[in-house]
Structures are given as structure tokens and as C-alpha cells.
């Protein structure tokens, strides 16, 4: 990644919507496969470029996060990219321990329509309750 910069003018090519936010798309560098769909505001993509990692606005809980904070699954940024509209980032990362979804899974995208319903294709590597048992506590 670049040096850390003061100068937050690239954050103004952004087109923000009327909440402040921005989807982000984090995509694994090696396999290209999409893992997973978040938001953004300016703090997290400012900061996701600083430390190299992803991190993003939970809309829910109105805070940001760090993406692993809690399971350990880190992404590990290689690469930011800017859609021609200026609407919607990427996120090119390496997604350690291999799982991006809180339900345990390579990445949030694991059911495929066929036959006229969604079904699910791809495992569970690690259950939820293995990934978050700090939480039950």
C-alpha cells in the first residue's frame, strides 16, 4: 500500500450516498471470488488505506468494525479500486483463516439458485459457535 498520507482529497472522489456510505465488495486476491458485500463511510475507507486491512461501518450496530475483530478472520488488503461511477469499492484481500461469512463459510455467497430455490453449495468450514464462543461467555 502507499504511505500514510494526510491528504484525504481522495476521499472526496467518492460519490457518498445521502447516508455517508459506500458498498464495498471485498474480493479475494488470489481466487478472485467475491466474499462478501459491506458498508463504508470515510473513516473506514480512510482508515481500511492507513492500516492496510479491511474494515467497515456496521449499519446495525451504527460503529465501525474491523473485519476479524471478533473471529480472528482478518482481511488483509492488497488493493483498493474505484468503479467508473465512483460508487462502489473493491477490496482486493487475502482472507485469513480462509472464511470471510459469520456463518463459518469461505464467503457470504453460498447458495445458488436452481430448480427454483436458493440452495446452499458450499460448507461450513467452522461453526459459528467455534468462531464466537468468546461471545457465549
Not at 22 to 34: E, F, K, L, Y
Not at 56 to 74: A, I, M, N
Not at 84 to 108: K, N, P, Y
Amino acid at each position: 500500500m502507499n504511505p500514510i498520507s494526510n491528504d484525504t482529497a481522495w476521499l472526496d472522489c467518492i460519490k457518498w450516498d445521502a447516508d455517508g456510505l459506500v458498498p464495498a465488495i471485498a474480493q479475494d486476491v488470489h481466487t478472485q471470488r467475491v466474499l462478501m458485500v459491506a458498508w463504508m463511510n470515510r473513516e473506514a475507507l480512510r482508515l481500511t488505506a492507513e492500516e492496510g486491512r479491511g474494515i467497515y461501518w456496521s449499519r446495525s450496530r451504527q460503529k465501525l468494525w474491523r473485519k476479524g475483530e471478533e473471529s480472528g478472520h482478518v482481511q488483509v488488503l492488497h488493493e483498493l479500486r474505484l468503479d467508473c461511477d465512483a460508487d462502489v469499492i473493491i477490496l482486493m484481500v487475502e482472507q485469513l483463516g480462509g472464511i470471510a461469512c459469520h456463518t463459518g463459510r469461505q464467503s457470504c455467497f453460498y447458495r445458488v439458485w436452481k430448480d427454483g430455490q436458493w440452495q446452499v453449495v458450499d460448507p461450513v468450514l467452522k461453526h459459528p459457535e467455534q468462531i464466537y464462543e468468546h461471545k457465549h461467555e
